[in-house]
T-cell receptor, first 114, second 109 residues
Framework: DGGITQSPKYLFRKEGQNVTLSCEQN?????MYWYRQDPGQGLRLIYY???????QKGDIAEGYSVSREKKESFPLTVTSAQKNPTAFYLC?????????????FGEGSWLTVV | RKEVEQDPGPFNVPEGATVAFNCTYS??????FFWYRQDCRKEPKLLMS???SGNEDGRFTAQLNRASQYISLLIRDSKLSDSATYLC??????????FGTGTRLTIIP
C-alpha cells in the first residue's frame, strides 16, 4: 500500500541526547515536510524539502536538522539544542495538483523528553 | 494578525443538526484551500479541497469567499463520528501550507 511511514511511533529521550525520527514515503512525491504539533495548538513547520538534496527551514527550525539524500526519505534529527522537544511530530509529503499542494501525513511520532 | 484564523470552539452540537464554521486568511494572494480532519492523537487527514465555486461531498459543503477572505465548512445531518478537530489549510506562500489551529467539534447523542 502507498503511504507515509514514520518511526518510531513513541520515543522517550533523555535531556541532552539527539534523536532521529524516520520518515519514508512510497507515493513518489517530490515535496516532504516536518511539522510539530503541541497540545491544543496548530501545526508548525520545522523543515521542508521540495527536491532531493535540497531543503529549507520552516518557521521553527532551531534545534532541528534534516537531510534529503533520497526522494523517499526525509529523516528529522531533534538535537539537544532544541529547548522544548516534547511534542507530536508529523511528517508529510505533497503532490502538486491543479488546486495547489495536497498534503498527506504519516501517523506521527510522539517524542517525550524525560 | 495570524495568517490563518479559526474559532477553536469547542462546538457541542446535537446529532442530526447542521453545523458550520469559518476560517479567515490574511493573504489575499492565497491560491488553494483545504479542510482537514484530525481525530484525537492522530494525524490530520484530508477532508476536502475548497474550490472557488464551492463544492459538496455528501453531507459536507465547502465555500470560498475571496472578497471577505474566508472559507467555510458546513456539515449537515451530523453524526457522532463527525466529532473531531477540523483544520483549515491555506497555501499562502510558495508551496508552503499554513494551518489554522483547528475548530473542535463534538456531536452529542
Amino acid at each position: 500500500d502507498g503511504g507515509i511511514t514514520q518511526s518510531p511511533k513513541y520515543l522517550f529521550r533523555k535531556e541532552g541526547q539527539n534523536v532521529t525520527l524516520s520518515c519514508e514515503q512510497n507515493l513518489n512525491h517530490d515535496a516532504m515536510y516536518w511539522y510539530r504539533q503541541d497540545p491544543g495548538q496548530g501545526l508548525r513547520l520545522i523543515y521542508y524539502s521540495q527536491i532531493v538534496n535540497d531543503f529549507q527551514k520552516g518557521d521553527i527550525a532551531e534545534g532541528y536538522s534534516v537531510s534529503r539524500e533520497k526522494k523517499e526519505s526525509f529523516p528529522l534529527t531533534v538535537t539537544s539544542a532544541q529547548k522544548n522537544p516534547t511534542a507530536f511530530y508529523l511528517c508529510a509529503s505533497s503532490i502538486k495538483g491543479q488546486l495547489g499542494n495536497t498534503i498527506y501525513f504519516g501517523e506521527g511520532s510522539w517524542l517525550t523528553v524525560v | 494578525r495570524k495568517e490563518v484564523e479559526q474559532d477553536p470552539g469547542p462546538f457541542n452540537v446535537p446529532e442530526g443538526a447542521t453545523v458550520a464554521f469559518n476560517c479567515t486568511y490574511s493573504n489575499s494572494a492565497s491560491q488553494s484551500f483545504f479542510w482537514y480532519r484530525q481525530d484525537c492523537r492522530k494525524e490530520p487527514k484530508l477532508l476536502m479541497s475548497v474550490y472557488s465555486s464551492g463544492n459538496e461531498d455528501g453531507r459536507f459543503t465547502a465555500q470560498l469567499n475571496r472578497a471577505s477572505q474566508y472559507i467555510s465548512l458546513l456539515i449537515r445531518d451530523s453524526k457522532l463520528s463527525d466529532s473531531a478537530t477540523y483544520l483549515c489549510v491555506v497555501n499562502s506562500r510558495n508551496e508552503k501550507l499554513t494551518f489554522g489551529t483547528g475548530t473542535r467539534l463534538t456531536i452529542i447523542p
